[in-house]
């Protein structure tokens, strides 16, 4: 075996703003050996190639761009004296909190006290959303597409659809017009969810409840063939296609790992103070909860310090945990398991999603036959946004009780 | 030696002394490619060529990639045989030169009466196929070996031969070796038209005449159309889709055997397969069409391999998808390979190998080139091939990423470029580099695995179109 065998305190796997964010903290508040491994040449996770302002605040189009996000947050992690390491990949688990990694340096082996796993998310591609057809060039995720054009300065194609109605859609027309694509229609399955008018952005229309039935054309796309809420079936002409939102969390490390995921979310199962199923390894980002906005995702890092910190002190893990679910409409909720130590998630408020629009939806929640919480939201609730249910009850649930039920009532 | 590989914009060179080719192979599928290596251990000059940018771009890239025993042909047929002998020789050439197999085995798994009761018979078949490892087992025995199986199997048989086997490095072993030794192979040449000679036939390609004083047709799909300009009306190829669904590798652990469906009156079924990639395959469907190019998938087909996949294995369902893709077999109407000598004209046919090429792909070139004496060709002496390495793709060998030694001597091999796959650096330079470089984004993807992951190219596409378009001319 000729791998290099190392122990840090705390390993933090990816250098998104979640993990940044942890490892800033944590060296900040005095934990000694923090070490980050990055798989891309250069740290900052997915802002790197999202050239569009709206990063680090939570106006719309506020903020700065993504490449300065990420630049200030892994300068910001440096400074606070963590050890970032770009172009290292962590492969795989050889104990509970070691983990192997590659690199152009060699192979190496690093023990941990605590592992913080933020590997992020990815749009589903074409093929895991099952949509057939032929399989042509020009058909793209967002995060595909902002590469190729601002990292890469590709040539794309001329008429673009873009399939899905959540955020990230928005930014997908704005790169597809930076680089000379017209936008002919975005296009969701799901009901809309605003009037008519504000579903069009730049003249680009949604079309509501309407599913890409099959892509066309050979070696190029030719178009997207879709059925209408109606029945009517139509191809839209085009040569390129993105897909985009329709998330899954990089989930992959935590798997093989053994590290138990949340049936709802699908990534790995946590309580407030970010702990996992298996002892010692903490998770934040959107590994945890696919996409949710930068800030949340450093602010989950930062939030994980306190409780890192703590179990470096005492190694002390909790056992048996009740889980929170969701009934439908809603989707997922995060964090997912009740914790003994008084913990709140960052904000004071759980992150769900719901499948389908909700107007002013009566949140309520419910263990052993007990309501721990019930209240109407007065905002309106869509699908591929967050919505957000306040954690003031949490204290009230029984962390070695029955299932937390959260519902909409 | 200096190899010829020429494509699109290149003219076709003209021999010495404007001779005509000695023998020329349309079409670099596996079976194409399998005779011109088989052609380039002799004293010809042989030319191997092709319509498509690459070699193994038509059926040969889109199967189920097992390398059969050949237990359940029918017996009798030089399918039968040919299959039975191309396991053997692919098997030891796959070790020679490091193309990925696994060697996983088979259970047909019985699901209702019909099937159970069938299963005595399909022993039998396999033992008149000189096959006789294979083995009935009771309902126990299977869930023992499977333990994700769906409820309700009833038995099954094991066929611990079946193996499976990388479709993509096989053909472009055979086609390194036969350029290697000095095979000319044209691509992006479609033949348009053939003009029989006495002595030499001239073809009309994309590029310009070739000429060549014999001829074999492993046009695949297109071998009818081929066979049609010698004036032959002896078959018909009618394209039978398959589609298929390929998993994540976060699926592989549920399932340890090829896991064939039982033919029974009710039709062949569908099979789960691993591959040597670490993937699950689901599939294939079986539809008779009569568009050549009809390789898309459907809302229907897709359907169907969900609904049996459940049933075979529930917990494959909750997985991610990685692909779907079909490929197109090439059914004649007959149970056999339609291979055909015409000793007057100089010419073969290698027809109708539908759905077992890739296992028999290197006996049919053997046969073909004794047939090919038949014609009237001495083909000289036989020399020994340069021995071959291919890259290791397959999951259960030493993927450069986990290998010390080699990124100690070269870091490139721990620069990982493609994360789903974990295809590095130092893996991509030396695709770009080989004999016969990948042209497209799906060439680089078929000799390296780059971009084949779950994202899809989410992380890596842009930069991997990137590296082939600087490689570009
Ligand atoms: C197109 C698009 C537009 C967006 N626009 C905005 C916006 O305007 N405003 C906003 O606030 N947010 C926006 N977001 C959301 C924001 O980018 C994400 O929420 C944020 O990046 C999540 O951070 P993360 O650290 O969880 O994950 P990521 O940023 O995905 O980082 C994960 C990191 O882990 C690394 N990694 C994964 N596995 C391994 C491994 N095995 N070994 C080593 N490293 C590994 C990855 O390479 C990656 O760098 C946008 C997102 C997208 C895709
Ligand atoms: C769904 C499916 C599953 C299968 N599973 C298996 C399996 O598990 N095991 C197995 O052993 N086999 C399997 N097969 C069968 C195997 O894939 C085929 O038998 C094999 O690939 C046929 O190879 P080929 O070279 O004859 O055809 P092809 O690969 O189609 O090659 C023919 C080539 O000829 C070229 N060509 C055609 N016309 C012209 C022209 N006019 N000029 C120049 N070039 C031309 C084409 O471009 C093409 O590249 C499967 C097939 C399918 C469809």
New binding site residues.
Partial sequence: MTRRERTVDVLVVGAGPAGLGAAAELAASGVRRVEVLEREQSAGGIPRHCHHAGFGSSRPNGGTSGPEYARRSTAAAARAGATLRTGITVTGWAGPRTLDATGPGGLERITAHAVVLATGARERPRSARLVPGTRPAGVYTTGELQQAVHIHHQHIGTRAVIVGDEPVGIAAADTLRAAGVEVVARVTDRPAALPAALGRHHGAPLLTRTTVTALAGSPRLTGVAVRHGDGRTTTLPCDTVVFTGDWIPDHELARRGDVPLDPGTRGPAHDAAYRTHAPGVFAAGNLLHAVERAGTAAAEGRALAAPVRRHLATGAWPAGRAALTVAAPLEWIAPNLTGPDGDRPTGNRFILRTGRPLTAPLLVVRQDGLELYRRRLLRPARPGRPLHLPADWLDRADPHGGTVRVSVG | MTHTVTAAGDPLPALPGGAPYDVTV???????TAIARELARYPLRTAL????DDI?????K???????TGFDAVPGTLEARLVREGQRRLSAYAADTGIPVERVGALLVAWDAEQLAALPALLAKAEANGYRAARLLDADEVAEREPHLGPGALGGLEVPDESVICPWTTPLAFATQAVRAGVHLHLD???RDIEPGSTVHTLTTGRGPLRTRFLIN?????ADE?DRRFGHDVFTVTPRR?Q?IVFDKLARDLVRHILLPVPTSAGKGVLVAPTVFGNVLL??TAEELDDKTATESTQEGIALLREKGRRILPRLLDEEVTAVYA????ATGQEDYRIQEYPGRRYIAVGG????????SMAIADHVTGLLARTGLDPGTPAELEPLTMPGLGEAAERPYLNAELIARDPAYGTLVCHCERVTAGEIRDALAATLPPRSVAGLARRTRAGNGRCQGFHCGAGLRALIEGNGP
């Fill in positions: 349309i079409g670099a599928g596996v079976v194409g060529v092709e319509a498509s193994g771009n038509g059926t040969s889109a199967n189920t990639a097992i390398l059969h040449c479609p033949v492993a046009a695949g799909l297109y081929i398959g298929l599939g294939p490929g197109l077999r090439a190998i539908r759905s077992t090429g890739l296992t028999a």
